[in-house]
């Protein structure tokens, strides 16, 4: 079986051949600093992992460490950077963004890992109007979808999000103003919340049609601000899952499969997971790094309504297990969450500094997990 057969075998509820094992997703800085700057898809053909490969071209996530938003300007909303430090280790950069009614401004900060937001886009109230009226959404480049599809190949799996600083309504409002009060407003304001979360799914759902012919395997949704480690069910409910069903049915509608990413935050949304209609539920984070329950809890919740992937922490499994503890984590989750199929297990997020040998024992470890 081809890892890329073994992939969707698990992405359907299937039992493939063996436990599939993946990344959830390379990081530049470790390919760079561990495996001599080679790519994802080669550090993937190194160890033999089944690749899961994403895809971020024309994406907008603003964490990218190499994030350009200059290319979306358009006459109506222009960010112009104004970078206050180069330095690799503590990137500051100044934006301020034009439109005919009123300037916006943000400011973000970052290092050779990641990018955060030091100063968030939203202020006031009607920092909504021109963010409803002005802020552009690109169209989806088909051809390098492709191209990098065929590259894959059966080796693995092309995953792709949707445009957005996160792809879940609620995730990508949390980028444009302080979760703590986009909160609070969720108690006094409700309705502006709604509308500021109804402007983003339609700029979405604009998105998705164009994505129409792209040769994606998975989809990624959601985001860690939606998980219950950051806001309760309940909100979950109200201000999350009508959005994510709306976004999952249209991607479903262009035929493509969908994975719901919560960072772990699980406990008490199960349900809701579910009622989203997504095919796969990410990343099955332990409590031992930064999760409310451990993946085998959460999978018997879950019941094979979706199926799974993640389950093992990068940091205290991953970077600093030994060879011993990484094979007792993989065969556990492979006992406890895959022994039905539907399961690939996987890092549960980014990872920076794992040595090259112990990538390889989970490799080994999970190619001793067969059906």
């Known amino acids: 079986m081809t890892p890329k057969e073994r992939m969707l075998r698990a992405i359907n509820g299937e039992k493939p051949d063996r436990l599939p094992v993946s990344i959830h997703q390379w990081q530049g800085f470790h390919l760079d600093t561990c495996l001599d ?162 402007s983003l799914l339609d700029k979405k759902l604009r998105f998705i049609e164009s994505m129409r012919g792209a040769r994606f395997d998975l989809i990624e949704t959601g985001g860690g601000a939606g998980s219950s480690t950051v806001i309760s069910p309940a909100f979950h409910e109200e201000f999350c899952l009508p959005y994510d069903r709306r976004i999952h049915d249209a991607l479903h509608d ?9 960072c772990g935050g699980t406990f008490g949304i199960e349900d809701h997971i579910v009622a989203n209609r997504c095919d796969v539920s990410e990343t099955c984070a332990p409590p031992s790094v930064g999760g409310n329950q451990e993946p085998w809890e959460f999978a018997e919740k879950i019941n094979r309504r979706v199926a799974l992937i993640g389950g093992v922490d990068q940091f205290n499994v991953g970077t600093s297990g030994s060879r011993e503890t990484i094979r007792q984590t993989v065969h556990r989750l492979f006992e406890t969450v895959g022994r039905d199929g539907g399961y690939i297990c996987a890092y549960s997020d980014h990872f920076f500094d794992i040595p090259p040998e112990k990538l390889q024992w989970f490799v080994e470890a999970a190619r001793e997990c067969r059906y």
């Open 37 to 198: 700057g080679i790519s994802d898809l080669e550090a993937c053909r190194r160890f033999g992992f089944d690749a899961q490969i994403q895809y971020f071209q024309s994406m907008g996530q603003f964490w990218l460490v190499d994030a350009d938003f200059t290319k979306t300007n358009t006459d109506t909303w222009r960010d112009e950077p104004r970078i206050i430090s180069h330095d690799p280790d503590n990137r500051v950069v100044h934006h301020e963004i034009n439109t005919p009614e009123g300037v916006l401004t943000y400011k973000t900060a970052g290092d050779c890992k990641t990018t955060w937001i030091t100063e968030y886009l939203i202020k006031n109230d009607d920092d909504l109007d021109l963010i409803e009226k002005y802020m552009p959404v690109p169209a989806l480049d088909i051809a390098p979808v492709n191209a990098r599809y065929d590259e894959v190949g059966d080796d693995g799996i092309l995953r792709g999000f949707v445009w957005g600083d996160q792809v879940g309504c609620w995730q990508h409002a949390c980028c444009l103003t302080d979760i703590n009060q986009l909160m609070l407003k969720c108690y006094d304001d409700p309705g502006w919340v709604h509308a500021l979360l109804k």
């Open 254 to 262: 262009l035929g493509y499969k969908v994975t719901y990413h919560t």
